[in-house]
């Protein structure tokens, strides 16, 4: 079996949604880094003004994940065009496919 064309699209969705997990993963270690770092604070100072860290530490988990996203989306149909390309060119990639042992 050899791929010879791999949908653009299809493959930016899924990278998209793949992203955007690792986007959201990455926010929420922010976000906690964050919301501790101002507990810190004001806990030693008795000063409220890290609130604002708190709230931009909040908000990586919603940006985050769209950012890793977008930009994971765009690396995808860029590569996956460029694919096409190159396997026009060359053939493809070659793949080996053995059934799978039935279940018992």
Do not use: C, Q, W
Not at 42 to 47: I, K, L, P, V
Request: proline share 4%; glycine share 16%; net charge neutral.
């Amino acid at each position: 079996m050899r791929i010879t064309h791999i949908s653009p699209l299809s493959v930016a969705k899924v990278a998209f949604v793949l992203y955007g997990m690792i986007g959201l993963i990455v926010g929420g270690i922010i976000a906690i880094a964050s919301l501790a770092g101002a507990g810190l604070y004001a806990a030693s100072s008795g000063d409220r003004s890290g609130l604002l860290s708190a709230m931009f530490g909040v908000g990586a988990v919603i940006f985050l994940p769209l950012l890793y996203g977008f930009f994971g989306a765009i690396g995808a149909l860029i590569s996956t065009a460029i694919y096409n390309v190159v396997a026009g060119m060359v053939g493809g990639v070659e793949l080996t496919i053995e059934p799978a042992p039935a279940v018992r």
